[in-house]
């Protein structure tokens, strides 16, 4: 069954970001789960994975992001899998 997308629709996302997230930041992303890894040229990139919020919160999270200098890497829609 497809996931619907809306404007108010509840989606889920992976979130990239440049850099290693501050322990601050989490809280931004509700229940997501934060992993950081360190790529083969030393860059350093956090994902958040399982985001949850509508389009209103992306965007407001994603006008934070940029407002605190933060660089992000991608947002993906995350496909839900029904069993």
Do not use: C
């Not at 997230?21 to 994975?49: C, H, N, P």
């Not at 006008?63 to 496909?79: A, D, F, K, Q, Y």
């Amino acid at each position: 069954m497809p996931q619907h997308i809306g404007l108010n629709s509840q989606n889920t996302y992976e979130i990239k970001l440049y850099g290693r997230a501050d322990d601050s930041w989490r809280s931004w992303f509700g229940e997501a789960e934060a992993r950081s890894e360190t790529l083969a040229d030393d860059t350093e990139v956090t994902t958040f994975s399982n985001v949850v919020m509508d389009q209103a919160g992306l965007v407001g999270l994603i006008r934070r992001l940029h407002g605190m200098g933060i660089v992000l890497v991608s947002v993906r829609r995350m496909e839900i899998k029904f069993d």
